[in-house]
């Protein structure tokens, strides 16, 4: 086993901030040797690894999150870049000619849809420029209607998206309906509950269908909420996988305030794999949890606070987005390195930043980051 020190082949060191993972392949069977979370802060020379003695060339990639509001920087681009053999060129010609191949076949494919649902997920997708879309009746399409559910049905079966995420108004599911009740003539309340289970229904439908095309599928609604109840969710919930999180794990809280916002939410899940976004309150152990902000009244800032706490988190939204392969695959560009012989390892490293569908290479730093 030789031990090979990994560094980040960046002069400017502002960039290694953005580093959140590392991933060693052995270059010959691409097969992942190492997968490692990065934190920026802690020595990087923690990051030393064995390599097994059967392993002659490794590739090293390194994930970054660039923000949307930063500018690519020039110095990723320019003085700073790595000059690549004429076999690695071919290699990344090779590359790109293979991705301009299939993107006129993937390129209308949504990668996010929402429904019942204002943009949330929509414009984190769009910002990393992949094609999403929010269908609310806020934005102009009253799912009330027979027709636009029927429509919206078809264009999701012929243009799947890979993450379907379902939010059906909670509004007539949670137990405050059957208090409003008593203040509403009975046709109104049994005519809201109808609407609020064809919508439910409709759901179910979606979810059916998203599973059939082979794609992923949210469908979230309070814990509380009655919908849980209901024969065709539960008969979903027993084929699939079910989570419960509460949003004060994704950083939910009123704008000023010392406390976080608790919210038990539920998750109907098409994949095993997207349970790990079931994170739960600590409770008082946690003093940062140790008391929350309720729900209700109103705020200076925000309105009604229900409303408020309809909204997700962006760190909820990304959490969720980063389950989808596409989504979180579009970080990391490779280019392969076969010809650096085991002297070399201390200088293979490669680092791709996408950023609103750009990508850098950068290649090896002589200089020691630590």
Not at 13 to 35: A, H, M, T
Not at 124 to 150: I, Y
Not at 290 to 312: L, M, R
């Amino acid at each position: 086993m030789t031990k090979t020190p990994v560094s980040l082949a960046v002069h400017d060191s502002k960039f290694w901030q953005y580093v959140f993972k590392r991933v060693v392949v052995d270059k010959d069977s691409n097969k992942v040797l190492y997968s490692d979370s990065v934190d920026p802060k802690k020595a990087r020379k923690l990051l030393l690894r064995d390599v097994p003695s059967d392993v002659s060339h490794v590739v090293t990639r390194f994930h970054l999150r660039l923000p949307v509001d930063l500018e690519c920087p020039s110095d990723l681009t320019e003085h700073n870049a790595w000059n690549l053999t004429s076999h690695q060129m071919r290699q990344l010609t090779s590359q790109i000619k293979a991705a301009a191949a299939v993107e006129p076949a993937t390129h209308e494919r949504p990668l996010v849809v929402e429904v019942f649902s204002p943009p949330r997920f929509a414009p984190t997708a769009q910002a990393r420029g992949f094609v999403a879309k929010s269908v609310d009746l806020k934005l102009g399409t009253d799912l009330s209607c027979p027709k636009n559910r029927s429509r919206l049905k078809e264009e999701l079966k012929h243009s799947p998206p890979d993450l379907l995420v379902l939010c059906p108004p909670c509004t007539n599911e949670s137990g405050w309906i059957h208090l409003n009740a008593t203040r509403m003539e009975r046709l109104e309340f049994l005519r809201k509950k109808a609407q609020s289970r064809a919508f439910i229904h409709f759901c179910c439908d979606l979810f059916r269908q998203q599973v059939s095309s082979g794609g992923r599928a949210v469908f979230e609604h309070p814990a509380p909420s009655q919908m849980w109840q209901y024969p065709e969710v539960q008969s979903l919930c027993r084929r699939y996988f079910v989570t419960k999180l509460h949003m004060c794990q994704y950083d939910m809280r009123l704008p000023g305030s010392d406390h976080f916002i608790r919210k038990a939410t539920k998750l109907l899940l098409t994949h095993e794999d997207m349970m790990s976004l079931g994170r739960l309150c600590p409770g008082s152990s946690d003093p940062q949890h140790a008391c929350h902000d309720v729900i209700a009244g109103s705020h200076p800032k925000v309105g009604a606070v229900s409303t408020f706490a309809g909204q997700y988190p962006p760190k909820f939204v990304q959490a969720v987005l980063e389950t989808v392969p596409r989504f979180r695959d579009q970080e990391v560009l490779m280019l392969s390195c076969d010809d650096v012989s085991e002297k070399q390892w201390h200088d293979v490293t490669e680092v791709c930043a996408i950023h609103h569908s750009r990508a850098t290479i950068r290649g090896p730093d002589d200089a020691n980051p630590d």
